[in-house]
């Protein structure tokens, strides 16, 4: 099993709508979760922090539920520009030291 | 100028040549990272530091080695470089202060190996 898990999609959506991505995690030890952009071809940008009360960016909103292991990010609106790769990643402090490990992502193509 | 500068953007080898790829911050942070990135995959760790003095192997370290010339500099080769290390190559920087586990990545080398 892999430590971080995402669904791959491709999610395909309208102009509009509501997309909601979700990644599982394996190691209970895990401390900050992130979740990043990626364009085709591009180095991947962090596009919010993911903390355990639940935050909010403009249209994004990323949950946290450390019981079940999983982080969540919701995107409200979608734009065109939102069409990207989704990456999940989760550090650890303790053991693995500050290592971030990487989802698999997931595709979002948002279409007129 | 970018705050996080790969060299190069695109290399083509051949099997069994040394490739280095190099990468430069301006970000002032301790922590420097290598990655790779297959299509359609996540990325993986190759190697890290946390200073100048300090190298660990990630997951796939196997066929790499890096050199950390300075906080600013950290280089990633391929002693004989092999087709299954095409790849898109990612540098990335990281603060490391408690929580502050944000990646920084540059631009990333698509290296192909013939």
């Known amino acids: 099993r892999k430590e971080v898990e995402q669904d791959p999609g491709p999610f395909n959506v309208p102009e509009g709508a509501t997309v909601a991505f979700n990644c599982t995690y394996s190691n209970s030890a895990s401390q900050s979760f992130f979740w990043y952009r990626q364009d085709c071809r591009k180095e991947p940008k962090l596009l919010m922090s993911?903390?355990?009360s639940g935050n909010e960016d403009g249209r994004f909103t990323a949950q946290l539920n450390r019981a079940s292991q999983y982080i969540s990010l919701l995107i409200r609106d979608s734009k065109l520009s939102d069409s990207a790769t989704y990456l999940c990643?989760?550090?650890?402090?303790?053991?693995?030291?500050?290592?971030?490990?990487f989802g698999d992502g997931t595709t979002l193509t948002v279409k007129p | 100028d970018a705050d996080v500068t790969q060299t190069p953007r695109n290399r083509i080898t051949k099997t069994g040549k040394r490739i280095m790829l190099e990468c430069s911050q301006t970000?002032?942070?301790?922590?420097m990272y290598w990655y790779r990135q297959d299509p359609g995959l996540g990325l993986r760790l190759i190697y890290y530091?946390?200073?100048?003095?300090?190298?660990n192997k990630g997951e796939i370290s196997d066929g790499y080695s890096v050199s950390r010339q300075a906080q600013a500099k950290f280089s990633l080769s391929l002693e004989s470089a092999i087709p299954n290390q095409t790849a898109l190559y990612f540098c990335?920087?990281?603060?490391?202060?408690?929580?502050?586990?944000?990646?920084?990545f540059g631009s990333g080398t698509q290296l192909s190996v013939l």
């Open positions: 530091s946390f200073d100048v003095k300090d190298i």
């Open positions: 970000k002032g942070h301790d922590r």
């Open positions: 990335a920087t990281s603060r490391g202060e408690s929580g502050e586990e944000k990646l920084f």
């Open positions: 990643v989760v550090s650890s402090r303790n053991t693995n030291a500050g290592k971030s490990t």
């Open positions: 993911v903390y355990s």
